[in-house]
Nanobody, 114 residues
């Protein structure tokens, strides 16, 4: 299974971007999907996740600005990012999880200029 992420790019502070991630084929028994990010010199961190039942979790730094959503039947997860800040600059990785396995996308770069 491959996860294809798209939607990254350059944005100005205060702007918006929408990331998308779709699985190349169905992943059965998905328990959650979401996004992580890794800034230069930093560890990968959770941004937002959503369970198959629709429960969402956000990093404190993005609450109120980012929204994670999914279309379970299409094995797709989105991240709507608003009010972007320079500190949001990172490579964003999508993630799909089952009880026994994690799948990761290749990463899409988001750069926010001040």
């Amino acid at each position: 299974v491959q996860l294809q992420a798209s939607g990254g790019g350059l944005a100005q502070a205060g702007g918006s971007l929408r990331l998308s991630c779709v699985a190349s084929r169905p992943i059965y028994s998905v328990t959650g999907m979401g996004w992580y990010r890794q800034a230069p010199g930093e560890q990968r961190e959770l941004v937002a996740t959503i369970t198959s039942g629709g429960y969402t979790q956000y990093a404190d730094s993005v609450k109120g600005r980012f929204t994670v959503s999914s279309v379970n039947a299409k094995y797709t997860v989105y991240l709507q990012m608003k009010s972007l800040k320079p500190e949001d600059t990172a490579v964003y990785y999508c993630w799909f999880g089952t009880m026994s396995q994690s799948y990761w996308g290749q990463g899409t770069l988001v750069t926010v200029s001040s």
